[in-house]
């Protein structure tokens, strides 16, 4: 079990700071990044291996990126977006939307559906946590964490 959490911990983080320099996330950003989509991919995970439905495992997973995400993004003074987005590619269902379309390709109608709905699970699971995490962010820490002072040039 600790391996396979290594595994994830460690491939999660890979994952997310590669996309943030792909997005030409600033320097200062990119391993906090990194640290969040490992937070989130870690949640999404354990729940996973717990038998937590998928849409119930990308809401959690979401609201743990968006919160995390919130809280760094107010500290560095930096957009949500440039955690949130690095941090969400770990979990965004792509190579399940893949074998969606293949079995649709190859006419398994049937499989292809429940693979479809899903990824449809997922994603509105994801939005809802985003949306979720947002409220509560404003409501209840946003008050208390004060920004990071700009330093001198």
Known sequence: MLSFLLTHTIFSFMASVSFAVICNVPKRSILTGGF???IGW???ILLQENEIGIFRSSL???LL???VGFIAARIQKVPFTVYY???IVPVVPGITFYEAF??????EYRESAFVLLDVAYS???LAS????ADVIYRYTTKPFIKPKKNEPA
């Open 123 to 125: 994603a509105v699971g």
């Open 42 to 44: 870690l949640g999404f």
């Open 36 to 38: 969040v989509g490992m």
């Open 85 to 87: 987005i690095p941090g």
């Open 129 to 132: 946590g985003l949306i979720i």
């Open 60 to 62: 959690v997973c979401s």
């Open 65 to 67: 990126l968006a919160f």
């Open 102 to 107: 293949y079995q649709l390709l190859i006419r």
